[in-house]
């Protein structure tokens, strides 16, 4: 079966050198924008791509509000800040992420709060939330959600949409809205994946964004926080130094972030996202083919949650066994077909593993068993 992967893999791409699980592609206007900045000397954090990518951002994604950032984690600690969480305060998240969406919850002084993922959507889990927080939780006197063994407050919850595959948003956006915490998204990896026809990232008060040199857009480096208008108001203002407008006093009314995203990295982003669809498209077609190639196999697919169209940025597959998995990462590497088991559950690092945590059988199961397969949007002869 691996040496069939190999082969397919090599088919795609159409070579037979070294193949990354994801390399960006750049077939737009992406040269003539970035020189425009060069030209006009607009490169850092003034420009007008920066605005423009902002209002596309918004536009695609049906935000109110859309401010970018240098990256994805700074977008976190963004939203997180705007959803007031502070020192002391807990953040439910899933054990089965990138390490960023903990290390923005730890850079607000809070902890995170492991609750297992849902085997289908591979993202929290939203029936495992509600009977965690039934157990562990109550609302106080001042409707704010408590831990019932030391009453920290639980300020916020923070699911992530693997690989693009979005979460079962409904019962999220229920179970948040019962217990009063704020829902903030990490759609680090889903920009242009849909629930039920909306965008990811735009259900809870905050969502995030990231256009990191592995994602299916990139600026270089670079986030977006998408929010509502008062909260975008908000977010532009505590990114750019919390500077009062004006001609040429320095006046900043708080403690605030160069988070700014240059205007050159904004340029690649607009040329990007004029290609969105585009890649969108190669990517289902290349989900499409690796599902037809698994079919039979006892190595299974990834396939998009019910209701939902994921943009399959990576794509994902299933092994029966750890030695299984072993085995397919040993084989594909070795022939130059780059492939990558899941991430370490957060709770096996060593600065997350006193943090609270539920059962964690899903996520424990799916960390031995998953690897992630050449992704990179197909070569224009292979569609
Ligand atoms: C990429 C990513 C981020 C943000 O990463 P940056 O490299 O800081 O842009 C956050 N969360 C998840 C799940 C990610 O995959």
Redo the contacts with the bound molecule.
Sequence with gaps: MFDAIIKFVREQYATNDFVPLHAPVFRGREQEYVTETITSTFVSSVGTFVDQFEHDVAAYTGSARATAT???????HTALMLAEVGRGDLVITQPL?????CN?VAYCGAEPVFIDVDRATLGLCPHALAKWLETHAFVGDDALCHRKSDGRIIRACLP???FGHPVALDEMVAVCALWNIALIE?A??SLGSLYKGRHTGTFGKLG?L??????IITTG???MVLSGEALGSRAKHITTTAKRPHPYEFDHDEIGFNYRLPNINAALGCAQLEQLDKFICAKRELASRYRELLRSSQIRFVEEPENCRSNYWLNAVICETKAQRDAMLKATNEAGVMTRPIWRLMTGLSHYSNCQRGDLSNAQWLEERIVNVPSSVLPEGSL
């Design positions: 240098v990256n994805g984690t700074a977008a976190l992420t990138f390490v960023a969406t923005a992530m949409h693997t990490d680090a990896e995030t990231s256009f990191n040199g592995n994602k480096g670079g986030g």
